[in-house]
């Protein structure tokens, strides 16, 4: 008999994590708290890295109907508008790191995931039922789910986000931290822009304590848009999605250049999210212990400036698979030798996305410094082959 793996969460760490164990031959059971699949609007970046894990499991066509493929990234001044560096991506990345760089809606990219999943006879997908809490008794793990009832597996695969309860209980180390970062989404359609304001590349605005990034998504028909100010949180911080008061962004985008105050105008409706994230991981030990694992947001909540969180969701899945399919090791050290494959190469990305922030953000003579480094060896600083190389393993990414 197949053994059986429990999953919380059904965002893109819980279908991966479905999809990679069911490939490892073991059978899923995977419990999404929310009554509804979904993903809400907003763009995700993945870089070679991650495209290559999506390739690795036959999702490259998929992937390609629903994405967009930007040609470079293009890094400018917020103050001045000026552009600072240049990377080439499309057919470069392509030859660098064998896999492109893509940009896609999270719906698509959940929808990709989801569609995959449920080709796998071996997956039960369970809607609107959470898992409250875990204990392990006699080789097993008994989870009980939010209707009250216990339900028994071989492993616990906590991919519930930010917010985990399963990592509450597994290392029991408080809540995530306010980063005192909001993130400014929205999603238009290109064709409702002027034509000066449609893209077909990244574009990362630099600013003092601010950056902006847009890029198209859904094969180009769409544009995200994502501005990151400081700020405080007004809003309860455990719900992502807000309203925004457009007032407030224009406000902060009061010294911007006017072709980024011309594009944050052209938006009609802005969300808010207050970014939280927690230390970079310090050990195996804490993704993994006994029969319980974490994976994605859950084990390693990261800002978003190195545009990486999905994608190390989709690298753990990965690892996951290799670790489940260990058939002649117990579950216990199946799990951690996932964990020991994952835990550094996640905590270098967690500390390099921090550092980005800081970076990114960068006022007076730092600000002036890092203009001047961009444009004097733009590509050198923009590539990161230690993490587009990385298939996952801190073996090989480190
Ligand atoms: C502004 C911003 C920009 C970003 N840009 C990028 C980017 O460009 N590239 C990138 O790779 N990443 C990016 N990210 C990060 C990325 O969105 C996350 O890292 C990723 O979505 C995490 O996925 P997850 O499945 O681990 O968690 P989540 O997406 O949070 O999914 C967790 C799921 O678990 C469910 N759940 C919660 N509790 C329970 C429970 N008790 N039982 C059952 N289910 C439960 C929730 O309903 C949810 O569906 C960005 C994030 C932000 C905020």
């Known amino acids: 008999m197949n053994k ?22 073991w059978d899923v059971r995977l419990y999404e708290r929310a009554g509804a699949f979904s993903e809400v ?26 994405a967009a493929f930007p040609e470079r990234l293009q890094v400018r001044s917020a ?37 995959a999943v449920e080709t796998c006879e071996s997956v039960q997908l369970n809607l609107g039922l959470g898992i409250e809490r875990h204990a392990e008794a006699n080789g097993a793990i008994l989870v009980r789910t939010t209707r009250g009832k216990d339900v028994e597996g071989d492993a616990l695969i906590g991919a519930d986000g930010l917010w985990s309860h399963t990592r509450v209980q597994l290392l029991g180390d408080g809540p995530p931290r306010s980063t005192g ?18 893209t077909r590349q990244v574009t990362a605005w630099l600013g003092p304590r601010l950056h902006a990034v847009q890029y198209p998504v859904r094969r180009g028909e769409l544009q995200n848009i994502v501005v990151i100010v400081q700020g405080p949180a007004r809003q309860d911080l455990q719900s992502w999605d807000h309203a925004a008061n457009a007032a407030d962004l224009k406000g ?33 030990a804490q993704m993994a212990q006994g029969l319980v694992a974490l994976l994605g947001d859950a084990a390693h909540p990261m800002r978003p400036y190195l545009a990486q969180g999905a994608g190390m969701a989709i690298e753990d899945a990965a690892q996951l698979q290799h670790a489940l399919a260990m058939h002649d090791l117990e579950v216990p050290l199946r799990l951690r030798r996932y964990a020991l494959n994952r835990w550094e190469r996640n905590a ?26 961009l444009r004097l060896l733009g590509p050198r600083l923009l590539d990161l082959p230690w993490l587009y190389r990385g298939d996952g393993s801190s073996a090989s990414s480190l």
């Open 348 to 373: 270098r990305v967690q500390a390099r996305s921090q550092r980005n922030g800081r970076i990114f953000h960068a006022t007076g003579p730092v600000r002036w410094g890092r203009d001047a480094a």
């Open 4 to 25: 059986q793996v429990l999953i919380a969460g059904g965002g893109i760490g819980g279908l991966a994590a479905a999809l990679g164990a069911s490939r490892a031959g």
């Open 252 to 284: 902060a985008l009061a010294g911007s250049c006017s072709a980024l105050q011309t594009l944050v105008r052209s938006v009609p409706a802005w969300r808010l999210w207050p970014l939280s994230d927690r230390p970079p991981v310090r050990s195996a």
């Open 79 to 115: 103050l001045s508008g000026r552009e600072l560096a240049v990377l080439p991506l499309g057919a470069d990345a392509v030859q660098r790191y064998g896999a492109a760089y893509a940009t896609v809606h999270r719906a698509d990219l959940h929808g990709v995931l989801l569609a």
């Open 41 to 66: 609007g907003a763009g995700v970046q993945l870089g070679p890295n991650v495209v290559r894990r999506l390739q690795a499991w036959g999702l490259q066509r998929a992937l390609q109907s629903v």
């Open 181 to 198: 970062h909001l993130a400014y989404r929205a999603i238009v359609p290109q064709r409702a822009l002027p034509k000066a304001l449609r």
